[in-house]
């Protein structure tokens, strides 16, 4: 069975005004369907194909680049997607916000930190928050489609909340203000779903 590239769980516009439906759109169906594709290509006829996403990165051999990049490309475009809704934004509640807090010591130095992870990568790639067994947060980030469940990538937690820096994500509308589309998405996070995703990996 290959894989299908997933549909949005909300409209093109959905996210207006934070991320506008133009970039939302060829993201997806431009850029995800392509990694999609391509992911399909690379594994077939290997022992990759039939196994699960998570599967796959977790056993990866990192040199082979073809199911590294478009592997990674489809899975970390999943997430991005789910951890979105137009509903979003605020703080989180329960079990994640004490997480945040008692890692962190504040929402507003998580905020701080995970804003200087995504502004600070350079060129393409995506900043993480991350959650390690026994429930212990961390903040990383990957170049390209890099993502941790990869092996050897320096942050092997479980990815719980992604955001996707490459200029793809934003240029239309922000054009070089990475900051601001940061800051942005702050206010499409779906704080339930990145709490259900903490509660299932912890
Ligand atoms: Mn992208």
């Known amino acids: 069975m290959a894989f299908e590239l997933p549909k949005l769980p909300y409209a093109y516009?959905?996210?207006?005004?934070?991320?506008?439906?133009?970039?939302?759109?060829?993201?997806?169906?431009?850029?995800?369907?392509?990694?999609?594709?391509?992911?399909?290509?690379?594994?077939?006829?290997?022992?990759?194909?039939?196994?699960?996403?998570?599967?796959?990165?977790t056993g990866l051999d990192m040199s082979n680049g073809a199911v590294r990049n478009n592997g990674g490309g489809f899975y970390n475009?999943?997430?991005?997607?789910?951890?979105?809704?137009?509903?979003?934004?605020?703080?989180?509640?329960?079990?994640?916000?004490?997480?945040?807090?008692?890692?962190?010591?504040?929402?507003?130095?998580?905020?701080?930190?995970f804003s200087a992870a995504a502004g600070t990568r350079f060129g393409s790639g995506w900043a993480w928050l991350c959650v390690h067994k026994g429930g212990k947060l961390e903040i990383c980030s990957t170049p390209n489609q890099d993502n941790p469940l990869m092996?050897?990538?320096?942050?092997?937690?479980?990815?719980?909340?992604?955001l996707d820096?490459?200029?793809?994500?934003?240029?239309?509308n922000y054009?070089?203000?990475?900051?601001d589309?940061?800051?942005?998405?702050?206010?499409v996070i779906d704080w339930d779903k990145v709490a259900g995703n903490f509660s299932a990996a912890k």
């Open 165 to 172: 820096v490459w200029e793809h994500a934003y240029y239309l």
């Open 181 to 187: 589309y940061v800051n942005a998405f702050f206010n």
């Open 175 to 179: 054009q070089n203000r990475r900051p």
């Open 77 to 113: 475009h999943g997430l991005f997607w789910e951890i979105m809704s137009p509903n979003g934004g605020g703080t989180p509640s329960g079990e994640l916000a004490d997480a945040i807090t008692s890692t962190f010591g504040s929402f507003d130095t998580f905020k701080e930190q």
């Open 13 to 57: 516009d959905a996210l207006e005004p934070h991320i506008d439906a133009r970039t939302m759109e060829i993201h997806h169906t431009k850029h995800h369907n392509g990694y999609t594709t391509k992911l399909n290509g690379a594994i077939a006829g290997t022992d990759m194909e039939g196994k699960g996403i998570h599967d796959i990165l």
């Open 151 to 162: 092996p050897g990538i320096g942050c092997e937690g479980h990815p719980i909340l992604g």
